[in-house]
C-alpha cells in the first residue's frame, strides 16, 4: 500500500489539496517519511468525511504529544488505519470511470481483509449504497480498465449477449448479498453495450468483434476509450457545486431564468477574479 500511494503522490493530477493531503499524511502515517509541513486544519463539516479522515491521521501522527483516554485513542487508531489502508487509495482513484467496477468489488474485498469486523461492516453497508458502475448500464465502462485481463474483457463481451434483467436498477439490490468471487462479466448484459455506443456517438463499437489483445491498435476502440477517459463522475465535485449553489442562492428567487443568470454572473466572477485577495480585488475595481 506504501508503494502505491507514493505513486500516486508522484504521477497524479490532484483536482484539490486535500486529496493530496490525505495521501501525504497516510504515506506519513504508513513510515514512509514525514511531511516537512503540515496544512491548518481545514473545514470540518457532518457531510464532508474527508476532513474527519484528515483528523483522524493528523492525531494518530501526533498522539503521543495529546491527552486522550486508552478508549478514544484505539477509535482513533481503528478510523486512521482504514484511511490509510484502504480510503486513501480508492478515494483517489474515484474519478476513474473506468476502474470504477472493479474498484467497487476490491473496496468490499480490502475493507474485510484488512480491518476489524466493526469497521469492516459499517464501510460495506456504506458502500453498498453507491455501487453504481456495477449496473447493467455502466459496466461497459470497465472494457476500458488496463488492469483488467484480455481473458476477463473476452468473457464480459460474451455476457453482453445475455437478456437484460426487468428490474434495471441502477445499482446492485443492497439487501442481496454481494458475492465477491463473482466475475465482472456476470454484471454484464445487452444493455451494458449501450454505455459504449453512447461514446461512439450512436455507432456500433465494431472493437468488440476483435480480440481484446488487438483492442488498443483498433481506432474504434481508442476513440471511445479517450471519451470514457475525460467522463467527468458523480462524486465530491458535483456535491459541493449543489451545495454552493444552494447557498449562494438561498430564497433570493424561485425563478429558473434568474437562478441561471446568477448563476452565469458568479461563474464570469470567479473567471475575472480567480485569486480572492485584496490585491486582486484592489485591481478589478481600480
Same mark, same amino acid.
Given at each position: 500500500?506504501?508503494?502505491?500511494?507514493?505513486?500516486?503522490?508522484?504521477?497524479? /493530477?490532484?483536482?484539490?489539496?486535500?486529496?493530496?493531503? *490525505?495521501?501525504?499524511?497516510?504515506?506519513?502515517?504508513?513510515? $514512509?517519511?514525514?511531511?516537512?509541513?503540515?496544512?491548518?486544519? $481545514?473545514?470540518?463539516?457532518?457531510?464532508?468525511?474527508?476532513?474527519?479522515? =484528515?483528523?483522524?491521521?493528523?492525531?494518530?501522527?501526533?498522539?503521543?504529544?495529546?491527552?486522550?483516554?486508552?478508549?478514544?485513542?484505539? $477509535?482513533?487508531?481503528?478510523?486512521?488505519? %482504514?484511511?490509510?489502508?484502504?480510503?486513501?487509495?480508492?478515494?483517489?482513484?474515484?474519478? =476513474?470511470?473506468?476502474?470504477?467496477?472493479?474498484? @467497487?468489488?476490491?473496496? *468490499?474485498? @480490502?475493507?474485510?481483509? =484488512?480491518?476489524? @469486523?466493526?469497521?469492516?461492516?459499517?464501510?460495506?453497508?456504506?458502500?453498498?449504497?453507491?455501487?453504481?458502475?456495477?449496473?447493467?448500464?455502466?459496466?461497459?465502462?470497465?472494457?476500458?480498465?488496463?488492469? =483488467?485481463?484480455?481473458?476477463?474483457?473476452?468473457?464480459?463481451?460474451? &455476457?453482453?449477449?445475455?437478456?437484460?434483467?426487468?428490474?434495471?436498477?441502477?445499482?446492485?439490490?443492497?439487501? !442481496?448479498?454481494?458475492?465477491?468471487?463473482?466475475?465482472?462479466?456476470?454484471?454484464?448484459?445487452?444493455?451494458?453495450?449501450?454505455?459504449?455506443?453512447?461514446?461512439?456517438? &450512436?455507432?456500433?463499437?465494431?472493437?468488440?468483434?476483435?480480440?481484446?489483445?488487438?483492442?488498443?491498435?483498433?481506432?474504434?476502440?481508442?476513440?471511445?476509450?479517450?471519451?470514457?477517459?475525460?467522463?467527468?463522475? +458523480? /462524486?465530491?465535485?458535483?456535491?459541493? &457545486?449543489?451545495?454552493?449553489?444552494?447557498? %449562494?442562492?438561498?430564497?433570493?428567487?424561485?425563478?429558473?431564468?434568474? +437562478?441561471?443568470?446568477?448563476?452565469?454572473?458568479?461563474?464570469?466572477? !470567479?473567471?475575472?477574479?480567480?485569486?480572492?485577495?485584496?490585491?486582486?480585488?484592489?485591481?478589478?475595481?481600480?
Amino acid at each position: 500500500m506504501l508503494g502505491h500511494l507514493k505513486r500516486l503522490l508522484d504521477c497524479w /493530477n490532484h483536482p484539490r489539496e486535500d486529496y493530496k493531503e *490525505i495521501i501525504l499524511l497516510s504515506v506519513a502515517y504508513l513510515g $514512509g517519511g514525514v511531511p516537512t509541513s503540515f496544512r491548518a486544519p $481545514g473545514a470540518y463539516h457532518m457531510a464532508r468525511w474527508m476532513a474527519k479522515a =484528515i483528523y483522524a491521521v493528523k492525531i494518530m501522527l501526533f498522539h503521543d504529544q495529546l491527552e486522550m483516554s486508552r478508549r478514544e485513542l484505539a $477509535g482513533i487508531r481503528r478510523v486512521a488505519f %482504514f484511511v490509510t489502508m484502504v480510503y486513501a487509495k480508492y478515494w483517489n482513484e474515484a474519478m =476513474i470511470p473506468s476502474y470504477a467496477a472493479k474498484n @467497487d468489488l476490491d473496496f *468490499i474485498t @480490502d475493507v474485510k481483509r =484488512i480491518c476489524d @469486523d466493526g469497521v469492516a461492516s459499517v464501510a460495506e453497508r456504506a458502500m453498498r449504497r453507491h455501487l453504481w458502475y456495477l449496473s447493467e448500464n455502466l459496466i461497459g465502462l470497465a472494457i476500458f480498465d488496463d488492469r =483488467i485481463s484480455p481473458e476477463q474483457k473476452a468473457d464480459m463481451v460474451e &455476457g453482453m449477449k445475455r437478456p437484460s434483467t426487468t428490474k434495471n436498477p441502477r445499482r446492485p439490490e443492497s439487501k !442481496t448479498p454481494i458475492n465477491l468471487n463473482r466475475p465482472l462479466s456476470a454484471f454484464c448484459s445487452v444493455r451494458s453495450m449501450q454505455v459504449l455506443k453512447s461514446l461512439l456517438g &450512436g455507432q456500433q463499437p465494431t472493437f468488440l468483434e476483435l480480440s481484446p489483445e488487438t483492442w488498443n491498435t483498433d481506432s474504434c476502440f481508442k476513440c471511445a476509450k479517450k471519451r470514457a477517459g475525460v467522463l467527468k463522475v +458523480t /462524486n465530491d465535485f458535483a456535491e459541493r &457545486g449543489i451545495a454552493l449553489i444552494q447557498r %449562494f442562492l438561498g430564497n433570493r428567487t424561485k425563478d429558473e431564468r434568474k +437562478t441561471q443568470f446568477l448563476l452565469k454572473l458568479a461563474h464570469l466572477h !470567479t473567471k475575472a477574479v480567480p485569486k480572492k485577495t485584496k490585491a486582486e480585488l484592489k485591481k478589478v475595481l481600480e
